[in-house]
């Protein structure tokens, strides 16, 4: 009786190791996808600061003529564009784009977020691209 019991002393603390390990590994996963998701919401932060700052590019002399609310596309892009380069959370961002018209203006940032753990899964494969885009129009205040 006695050696049926030797044969299974220390296969709980296996158990409890293996468990652990799967614990930690899932945990990695987690920390990775949490980056891609703070990385996603710090940049559609910065592109809707960019796109609210472009949309006052009022083009002021159609407004004083006629009283219609119009934007200046080239100031528009260039509110926007300032405003995008005054952010301070950009860490990710590696390409942007301003698109302006009479009506709205439109940025559009593209993020790269580097994995830790499943970077091992993702061998070869470049970094998750993560891409925002923000409207935003003028609006006469009532």
Do not use: H, K
Not at 17 to 24: A, E, S, V, W
Not at 54 to 83: H, K, M, Q
Request: hydrophobic content about 45%.
């Amino acid at each position: 009786m006695r050696r049926g019991r030797d044969a299974e002393v220390g296969s709980v603390t296996i158990w409890v190791l293996g468990m652990c390990l799967m614990m930690l590994f899932v945990g990695g996963i987690a920390l990775d996808l949490w980056r891609a998701f703070s990385e996603r919401r710090a940049l559609s932060g910065v592109v809707d600061a960019a796109a609210v700052a472009g949309a006052s590019g009022i083009d002021t002399d159609r407004f004083r003529a006629s009283g219609e609310v119009r934007l200046d596309p080239s100031r528009s892009e260039a509110l926007a564009w300032d405003n995008l380069r005054t952010q301070e959370d950009t860490r990710s961002l590696v390409d942007a784009t301003v698109e302006a018209n009479p009506q709205d203006v439109t940025v559009t940032a593209v993020g790269r977020v580097d994995f830790t753990l499943l970077r091992i899964f993702l061998s070869g494969e470049e970094p998750l691209r993560v891409t925002v885009r923000a409207t935003a129009e003028p609006r006469r205040s009532s």
